[in-house]
Nanobody, 130 residues
Framework: EVQLVESGGGLVQAGGSLRLSCAAS????????IGWFRQAPGKEREGVSC????????YYADSVKGRFAISSDNAKNTVYLQMNSLKPEDTAVYYC???????????????????????WGKGTLVTVSS
């Protein structure tokens, strides 16, 4: 059974940090690009970051560049999203997603990225207070 299990969300003040984790199981981790999407109330789901091939390919949305960092631990089949300098506009449900791809190429087409994912986690809520 394929599973993507997110953890690490919570409430944090603006300027603070959180680290999200995505534990994957049920598929060959190395064959997939793993990433994070987020969806705020009333907004479209957007791709935030992605990592593929043990970090040889990564993607960051412009809105998080310089503040978020994605990494993976292939021994643990886990991807992390370190989120620093959080802003109230980062408030959203964050979803982990997996795509059978050697690259994060799908993320460069924001309007279509989410439709290319093969598996999804259930999401974790991040709330940033001002």
């Amino acid at each position: 059974e394929v599973q993507l299990v997110e953890s690490g969300g919570g409430l944090v003040q603006a300027g603070g940090s959180l680290r999200l984790s995505c534990a994957a199981s049920g598929f060959t981790f190395d064959d997939y690009a793993i990433g994070w999407f987020r969806q705020a109330p009333g907004k479209e789901r957007e791709g935030v970051s992605c990592i593929a091939r043990s970090g040889s390919d990564t993607y960051y949305a412009d809105s998080v560049k310089g503040r978020f960092a994605i990494s993976s631990d292939n021994a643990k089949n886990t991807v992390y999203l370190q989120m620093n300098s959080l802003k109230p506009e980062d408030t959203a449900v964050y979803y982990c997603a997996a795509e059978q791809s050697p690259t994060c190429g799908s993320y460069y087409i924001p309007s279509a990225a989410q439709y290319g994912m093969d598996y999804w986690g259930k999401g974790t809520l991040v709330t940033v207070s001002s």
